[in-house]
Nanobody, 121 residues
Framework: VQLQAYGGGLVQGGDSLRLSCVAS????????MGWFRQAPGKEREFVAA????????YYADSVKGRFTISRDNAKNTLYLQMNSPKSEDTAVYYC???????????????WGHGTQVTVSS
């Protein structure tokens, strides 16, 4: 599966931003999907994930209550709604696909290209 993320940019702290990730291939439905991010000088970290079968969602504590992950299987698209972003959310955001929940939260099987999100205070 090939992944392409869109929607990054400059956003004021407290505003909203939605990232999208379009997946190619007919097997999108069979993958758990997720978002990771990497800030300058830091390691890539897990942000959120959503299962392919029952829609269960998982979030890093740092974004819980502010970010919402969702997917539209008919459009092969994954979303990340970022509400009330903070300056510490500034990072390159990557979408990812995994064959298991464990994989999508730790070591995804597929990575997309990143999209830069910059939050100004």
């Amino acid at each position: 599966v090939q992944l392409q993320a869109y929607g990054g940019g400059l956003v004021q702290g407290g505003d909203s931003l939605r990232l999208s990730c379009v997946a190619s291939g007919r097997t999108f439905l069979m993958y758990h999907m997720g978002w990771f991010r990497q800030a300058p000088g830091k390691e890539r970290e897990f942000v959120a994930a959503i299962s392919w079968n029952d829609g269960s969602t998982y979030y890093a504590d740092s974004v819980k209550g502010r970010f919402t992950i969702s997917r539209d299987n008919a459009k092969n698209t994954l979303y990340l709604q970022m509400n009330s972003p903070k300056s510490e959310d500034t990072a390159v955001y990557y979408c990812a696909a995994g064959l298991t929940i464990y994989n999508i939260k730790t070591r995804p099987d597929y990575w997309g290209h990143g999209t830069q999100v910059t939050v100004s205070s």
